[in-house]
């Protein structure tokens, strides 16, 4: 039992001078928190990229019920505490009734308790950490794949790719240790016997240590998940301490692209689950979506490593799109109502939600598409 | 006459929430005000023992993660089979165990740092707070390490006769921070006026001369790090439980330099030094965020200011408005009006 | 590789530390910077990688009089504490500009050397390590000669020992200070460009590199080349060994519970004439 008189008393001057100043918009507003400084920031810029273009192609075509999207950006710099402070100014200083967040799974579910004390929904578009769907947080929608998802998509493979041991190095937060658990549990289900399972800090750039450790287990794969920059290093790494092991990449945020240019020869070899295909536009499920996020890409002349990120943020607001249009208004509720019931035809696959975590409180989860492929020659072939 | 500003500033801060709507402005306050009781407790040290302390924020992060810790409960190996675990306790327990567990680590880390002194002191400093940051971030059993402890519970009293009342939300808050500040004020004062406190005084001015004239130097100094780390641990704690989640980054080197920034701006050696430069540098970045300035141009300026305020003020904003008050035709007065009675302004 | 690296960066600020008595925060950023001019070189310029590490290493030291010559010459005299809150100031100021100026996003850089490491016995060793490693040493040989050999080296030694002494006997203070911050920050930019190719160029790159330069001239003692060196390689191997032992995520924490433990032991440092104030 709460005492609401005092409080009540106390907030009630606010509340009258804040009710005033709350309404009268004429976009709609869409919260984007990512990280666009710190460990994670190539990722997070891109991802921006892709909303906006978007948001651009959006609006270009008229908008969303005859009112312009307008992207309110912040920068969560890779920090979770900061996570939580962005989540705070986009909803109770921009007043924004909807949000796109924020890249990592430790980022995402530092944001999560704000939409609960605002009820305000948020379309989460990277994070891999079964976690954010299954705590029984209703105002999380989540377009990426679990990491459990990745690991069921990947078991078939397990026997034709001949894997008998594996390794594991991971970055030490919930995206790292969340695919780390669900890839162990499927590997060991299958037979593998698990090596190593070493963890790094996501701005570490000295991972000598760890792949010693590696390979010191001597197994033949070694499963990797982290962004780009640390893969690059990793690669280059691996290579100079000779640690001959297959390398298959999780979570999708390794842009082969960007891996070939930054690595080279030390990127050939290795393997990688990525959500999306920019160089097999044909074998998504929607190819014509595909194109038109691919020729915006071009036109915005970004980054072509970039691709498999910025889908993300396309998707994402998409998504969010096309659930303000069902609620007719910018209003939270009405669009988490709406969110329940969207289908989007995304990049990655068509986009609705399925209901995950406790009843009563359960948070929402699309089913996106798994894609594996190899670095061969300096070129991404289909394995 | 100073009595009475004294109040009419009680009774405007006391209003805020009375005229200020917008609830950011309210979170900003908040956040503003726990930092400048850090930044007084850092004043103890740096004001008034002439210690520069930049391992603050170990104490503002032990702080916040002993009270996060003991209202979430943990379960942790201590050894291979050596299991500790604690169940969740109530918030208010936490933060009196958050400030009596910072006040601790203050006096064994001031134990060991004070046998040396000027840049060494510094750069020891410095190590405990990376160590400490280091720490947190690989005991992920205990601190969750970069995935970072979520969901702190807010504070929660239950007075009898009343029901429990939760501080959720911006105005309780705003009340809570600003009694911790004015409590802090007062403990600081009155170890200030203290026989302690004119004995680190002049410990500052001229340690040999006044361990000579038998002041036990390192007694003092450890007994005003102990204060000063309770102090930020308690700090620490109001944040944990405001924002709800602690991570590994609240030791690092920034929040120190944050609160010697504003330290150092108010006027270091002055109790109302680190209570104006904590407002000034509190709000700052956000005024200039309202101009829609980039973050980076926003730290250029911080910076840039930082070091203009050192070159023209060197002595701090309060004793040179102090200083200029008392020149513009009232040299009659007997003392500056806030910071008069401090005896702790250096005169270099 | 790394031993070679700390004991560049912690021999400019031994210098800078215990001749200037200013604890230089900049450190860090003059170390990033040689890392961006190294990535603007080579990368944005397509300029030769050894040309680019001359380049970048000679703006390291026109950078470092600048900040000399603006900031510190009109501090001469203020206690520590002072200066070190400038050199605050500009360090967040200037790791903000780099942000502005590059992103936040890290870039990397192409070195010329093979792929294949070089393979002696079982262990093998990239070539590019064993290039930093060799310019290292060259340069930490090159700046004790300077230091030793050269009159404005006499300078600074007779500053480091005395500087009201050496202003008496003719010894110009001014110049002294400018060519040491300048040397300081040189060798600083030089390690930044030097390792910039091995991993990724970001912004806060400086950071633990600063306070890990603050360790080892802690080990060394105040304003010992010798111990700097010294330092920096104990820091390295220690790190390998706290890594290899323990668990790698300490490893970075090694150099700092070296330092407690080296100032609870032996408060002046490993080796180093007494200092201590008070």
Redesign the interface.
């Known amino acids: 039992m709460r005492s609401n008189l005092l409080r009540t008393m106390l907030g009630a001057a606010g509340a009258v001078l804040l009710a005033g100043a709350a309404f009268a918009q004429d976009t709609i507003r869409i919260g984007v928190t990512q990280p666009l400084t710190g460990a994670f920031a190539a990722d997070g810029n891109y991802v921006v990229q892709g909303a906006k273009l978007a948001a651009e192609a959006i609006n270009k075509a008229g908008g969303v019920n005859g009112k312009q999207l307008q992207l309110i950006v912040e920068d969560n710099k890779s920090n979770p505490t900061e996570a939580a402070a962005t989540a705070e100014r986009l909803i109770v200083e921009d007043k924004v009734p909807v949000m796109m967040g924020a890249w990592g799974s430790s980022l995402t579910l530092a944001v999560m308790p704000k939409l609960v004390e605002y009820k305000v929904p948020m379309v989460v578009e990277t994070s891999s950490s079964g976690k954010i769907t299954t705590s029984g947080n209703p105002y999380i929608f989540r377009i990426s794949p679990t990491s459990e998802m990745e690991a069921r998509a990947f078991a078939p493979l397990v026997g034709t790719m001949g894997i008998k041991k594996a390794d594991f190095l991971a970055t030490n937060d919930d995206f790292g240790k969340g695919s780390m658990q669900e890839f162990t549990k499927m590997l060991k289900q299958k037979g593998v016997a698990i090596g190593a399972s070493e963890t790094m800090a996501e701005d570490a750039t000295d991972l000598s240590a760890q792949l010693a450790k590696i390979k010191a287990s001597g197994g033949d794969t070694i499963f990797v998940t982290t962004d780009v920059k640390q893969l690059t290093l990793i690669l280059k790494q691996a290579k100079d301490q000779q640690v001959t092991a297959r390398i298959i990449t999780t979570g999708g945020s390794v842009s082969p692209d960007q891996l070939i240019e930054q690595a080279g020869g030390a990127a050939n070899g290795s393997y990688h689950l990525v959500f999306f295909t920019p160089w097999f536009p044909d074998a998504v499920k929607n190819p014509d979506v595909a194109k038109a996020f691919m020729q915006a890409w071009s036109d915005a002349k970004y980054d072509v490593g970039g691709l498999t990120e910025g889908f993300r943020g396309w998707d994402g607001i998409y998504t969010i799109a096309a659930a303000v249009k069902d609620a007719g208004k910018a209003d939270p509720a009405a669009i988490t109502k709406a969110l329940w019931g969207v289908h989007v035809r995304g990049v990655n696959g068509d986009i609705a939600f399925i209901k995950q975590g406790p009843a009563g409180r359960e948070s929402g989860q699309s089913v996106p598409g798994v894609y594996l492929v190899k670095i061969d020659g300096g070129k991404v072939v289909q394995p | 006459m100073r009595r009475l500003a004294i109040l009419a500033l009680l009774a405007l801060l006391l209003s805020v ?8 402005v ?2 900003v306050l908040i956040v503003t005000g726990i930092f400048t009781i850090a930044a007084m407790s850092l004043n103890l040290l740096l004001g008034y023992t002439g210690q ?1 302390s930049l391992g603050h924020a170990v104490f503002f992060g032990i702080g916040a993660y002993v009270s996060a810790l003991v209202s979430l409960g943990f379960a942790v190996h201590l050894a291979p089979d050596w299991l500790v675990t604690l169940d969740p306790q109530p918030v208010w327990l936490a933060m009196l165990c958050a400030v009596a567990i910072a006040g601790l680590c203050g006096w064994a880390i001031g134990r ?1 740092s004070f ?6 002191f ?3 400093t ?3 707070a ?2 400490a940051r ?2 947190a ?2 005991w ?1 059993e205990l601190t969750q ?4 402890l ?2 702190i519970p807010p504070l929660a009293v239950s007075l009898p006769g ?5 501080f959720i ?4 808050n705003y ?1 809570l921070v600003l009694v911790a500040a004015i409590l802090a004020y007062v403990v600081i004062a009155r170890l200030v006026h203290s026989r302690a406190g004119r004995a680190m005084i002049a410990l500052k001015e001229n ?2 001369l006044a361990s000579s004239v038998g002041i036990e130097v390192t007694r003092y100094l450890v007994l005003a790090a102990v204060v000063s780390a309770a102090i930020a641990g308690a700090a620490g704690a109001l944040y944990a439980h405001y ?5 590994p ?2 030791f690092m ?1 920034l929040y120190t ?1 944050t609160m ?2 504003m330290v ?1 701006a108010g006027g270091k050696g002055t109790l109302a030094g680190p209570i104006v430069g904590g407002l000034i540098f509190g709000l700052l970045p956000e005024v200039l965020r309202s101009f829609a300035i ?7 300026a ?6 203009l305020i ?2 023209l003020l ?1 002595n701090g904003i309060v004793p040179a408005v102090a200083s200029l008050w008392n020149r513009a035709g009232r040299a009659d007065a007997p003392a500056a009006p806030t910071t008069g009675s401090s005896p702790g302004r250096i005169v ?1 | 590789m790394l031993g070679g690296i700390y004991a560049l960066l912690g021999i400019g600020l031994t210098l800078i530390f215990g001749i200037m008595r200013v604890v230089n925060f900049t450190h860090g950023e003059l170390y990033s910077f040689g890392a961006y001019m190294m990535f603007m070189f080579v990368m944005l310029l397509h300029l030769d990688f050894f040309l680019s590490l001359v380049l970048a290493t000679a703006l390291g030291v026109a950078l470092g009089a600048v900040i000399e010559f603006v900031l510190l010459r009109r501090l001469r005299g203020a206690d520590i504490d002072t200066t070190m809150l400038v050199m605050i100031g500009a360090w967040i100021a200037m790791q903000n500009v780099e942000q502005l100026i590059w992103s936040g996003v890290a870039k990397s850089i192409t070195s010329p050397f093979p792929s294949a490491p070089l393979v002696l016995g079982g262990i093998s060793v990239a070539w590019s390590r064993l290039f930093v490693f060799a310019v290292a040493l060259l340069l930490i040989a090159g700046t004790y000669a300077l230091v030793d050999r050269t009159r404005i080296g006499r300078a600074m030694r007779a500053t480091f020992q005395d500087g009201d002494t050496a202003r008496l006997m003719g010894v110009d203070i001014d110049t002294t200070y400018l060519a040491t911050f300048a040397l300081g920050s040189g060798l600083a930019a030089a390690a930044g460009a030097l390792l910039g190719p091995v991993f990724v160029v970001t912004p806060g790159m400086g950071d633990l590199a600063a306070l890990k330069a603050f360790a080892i001239v802690i080990l060394g003692g105040l304003g010992s080349i010798l111990g700097a060196t010294i330092g920096g390689f104990l820091l390295a191997f220690i790190e390998e060994l706290g890594a290899g032992y323990l668990s790698s995520g300490y490893r970075d924490a090694m150099g700092f519970a070296l330092i407690i433990l080296v100032l609870l032991m032996r408060p002046t440092g490993l080796i180093s004439r007494k200092d201590r104030i008070g």
């Open positions: 929430p009375l005229w200020v709507g917008n609830f950011y309210l979170h520069l060991v046998k040396v002194r000027g840049a060494y510094v750069i020891v410095i190590s405990f990376e160590v280091l720490v971030l690989n992920d390490g970069p995935m970072a979520n969901n009343l029901d429990e009342f939760d939300g911006k105005v309780p009340y340690e040999p924002i709800q989640i602690v991570d980054n609240v080197f330099v010697v920034i150092v980039r973050p980076e141009v926003q730290w250029v911080y910076g840039v200011l930082m070091i050192v070159y060197p270099p």
